[in-house]
């Protein structure tokens, strides 16, 4: 009787097909083999596309967070991707910071950025803060086009890979594992947050703002909250990112990329961890795996989404509805 | 009587020219159950509006337990102490039971985001504890611990009703505003209801006021009873007052009707 089930979880539909820990265990242990031999199995060229999908992973499960958990539509997340990613690339290059000694700061501006944007607007409802933030990514872009700290239209290269204890990490497989670990951590940061008092509240101001607020929840400041921790997840994805191409323009944080990382995590299903991965690896793999396709690769791409929003508008992760 | 909780003193509310309460005094005792009652579009629900702080009248004061209310945000005044329930169901949809009862502790608790990532031993102590408040609530309003894990908009309707008064009591109030709880139950639910919120106050010491049209429910249980008419204050007094107040018998519809709508 569907009526009986409890409500869907943040693991989607997961939890029925994999219903004991023990199934749970070896399911995630199988994942997590594939996903360490991956780069020896699938060549160096699949490794970098491999690499790519994971920092996707990382921004969608950050936009996850702002999207999914508290409802805001933010449609320029590029924004915090790029402050995270301009930090390093000053810092290292210009003042000649070590990479490790940047994140701090990396995540500082973006917290900063985060509220300067997100105090004022949240307490609108959600459509203005769409506008805004569509504002606050172009205003970025522009600004590191046109500012002489961040190398204007050529941007920073010469960024130096980061060390650490001993290890160089230099090339693309050092940066699969590392963007590994980071997708690791990002998920279980995720889980945590869903599991707590304030992923609750994310949802019970997402699901109705005023029943929230009578009972004593301050719908600004937990949506403040979500904003920032999303903006944190995009510093650090951009940290990374620099480091790992080494050289970074702004085109790299165009609106077309907030609308894919957006895209990676409707598509998928919004709220739902799995899903939210999923969709990551679509963004990044269909493009690649249509490449045979040649110059109609995108329309193919643009249709498949139109298709699947057609017949799974919550997404392609399984939920039990109703 | 004993000392006064809330305290509303010449409160006055208007939308765009036209008055929706007309300078209003109200008073509700600490651990009494008191009554709101008048025709549709008296103004009840504006009035636990500004209370709640969702709307903010033109002129008056309103004072809780010593607190002025009315520079307070609507969170802020729960955490003074006074839960509400809405007039339509208003429970959180695609959630728990439980979790939506869990709700109401939320401005108890305090655990943040960093606790959360780090599964802190604070924060574990605080969900378990968070858990079992919730828990005592269901329990006491009778809600079954088998219907604990199901999503709560897919309970029978009396018992979405009893979900939302066990998530208002999650907030720990000194005072319970429920607007139209008996709306839709059947005559044994409404039985159910008063001996609920006879509980409510008895039990945990919890002033209720109580907006409602089943005056027969509103006359077993109210200590007073107050009649809105027109965003007018009409009359204040115990349900025997009431019931012959002229006043309110014209309120409600003219004569003959009034005596079947005030249960004499």
């Known amino acids: 009787m569907a009526a009986l089930e409890p409500r869907p979880s943040a693991w989607g539909g997961l939890n029925r097909v994999l219903d004991t820990p023990a199934k749970r265990g070896t399911a995630i242990g199988a994942i997590l083999v594939v996903m360490a031999v991956a780069p020896f199995v699938f060549g160096p060229y699949a490794t970098v596309i491999l690499t790519n999908s994971l920092l996707y992973v990382i921004l969608a499960l950050g936009l996850n967070v702002v999207v999914g958990y508290a ?32 994140i701090p700061v990396a995540v500082c501006a973006a917290v900063f950025a985060g509220i300067i944007i997100g105090g004022p607007t949240l307490r609108l409802r ?15 872009r522009i600004s590191a086009r046109n500012l002489k700290i961040t190398g204007a239209a050529s941007g920073i290269s010469g960024i130096e890979q980061p060390w650490l204890f001993g290890w160089h990490i230099a090339t693309p497989n050092d940066f699969y594992y590392v963007f590994l670990a980071l997708a690791i951590i990002g998920i279980l940061v995720s889980v945590r947050l869903s599991n707590s008092r304030l992923g609750r509240a994310w949802l019970y101001v997402r699901h109705d703002e005023d029943a929230a607020e009578a009972m004593g929840i301050n719908r600004v400041r937990v949506k403040l909250a979500a904003y920032v921790i999303g903006a944190i997840y995009g510093s650090i994805g951009g940290a990374f990112f620099a480091v790992n191409l080494t050289a970074i323009s702004p085109e790299s944080f165009s609106f077309r990329q907030s609308t894919l990382f957006l895209m990676a995590v409707i598509l998928g299903g919004m709220g739902k961890i799995p899903g939210v991965i999923l969709g990551a690896f679509i963004v990044v793999l269909a493009p690649e795996l249509l490449r045979d396709l040649g110059s109609f690769r995108l329309l193919i791409f643009a249709v498949g989404l139109l298709l699947i929003m057609l017949f799974r508008p919550s997404g392609i992760w399984p939920v039990r509805s109703r | ?24 005094d109200f008073d509700v005792a600490a651990g009494s159950i008191a009554s709101l009652i008048g025709p549709n579009g008296a103004g009840k629900t504006s009035l636990f509006n500004c209370i709640t702080g969702f709307y903010k009248p033109q002129s008056g004061r309103i004072e ?28 959180f949809r695609q959630m728990s039971v439980i979790e939506n009862v869990m709700s109401g502790q939320h401005c108890r608790t305090k655990a943040g985001a960093i606790g959360a990532i780090l599964h802190l031993p604070s924060q574990r102590r605080e969900e378990r504890a968070i858990r079992d408040h919730a828990a005592e609530c269901l329990r006491f309003v009778g809600i079954a611990e088998a219907e604990w894990a199901r999503e709560a908009t897919t309970l029978a309707y009396g018992h979405q009703r009893r979900v939302e008064i066990a998530r208002a009591l999650a907030t720990e109030p000194k005072l319970l505003l429920l607007d139209e709880p008996a709306a839709g139950l059947t005559r044994g639910e409404k039985l159910d209801l008063i001996t609920l919120i006879g509980r409510i106050r008895d039990e945990r010491g919890v002033a209720v006021l109580l907006i409602e049209h089943d005056t027969s429910l509103v006359m077993r249980l109210s200590e007073r009873v107050s009649v809105l008419d027109h965003g007018i204050m009409i009359a204040e007094g115990t349900p025997k007052e009431i019931q012959t107040n002229p006043r309110v018998i014209e309120a409600y519809l003219g004569a003959e009707d009034a005596e079947a709508a005030l249960a004499l």
């Open chain 1, 71 to 102: 409802g805001l539509l933010d449609l320029g997340y590029a924004a915090f991707f790029a402050v995270g990613a301009y930090s390093v690339g000053i810092l290292t290059t210009e003042f000649g910071w070590n990479f490790w000694a940047t």
């Open chain 1, 126 to 140: 959600s459509d203005y803060l769409a506008i805004v933030t569509l504002g606050f990514g172009e205003i970025v």
């Open chain 2, 1 to 24: 009587m004993t000392e006064t909780l809330l305290k509303l003193s010449d409160v006055s509310l208007g939308f765009a020219g036209n008055a929706v309460l007309q300078q209003v």
């Open chain 2, 64 to 91: 809780f337990d010593g607190t002025a209310l009315l520079p307070l945000k609507p969170f802020q005044v729960t955490r003074t102490g006074i839960a509400r329930t809405f007039q339509n169901l208003r429970l």
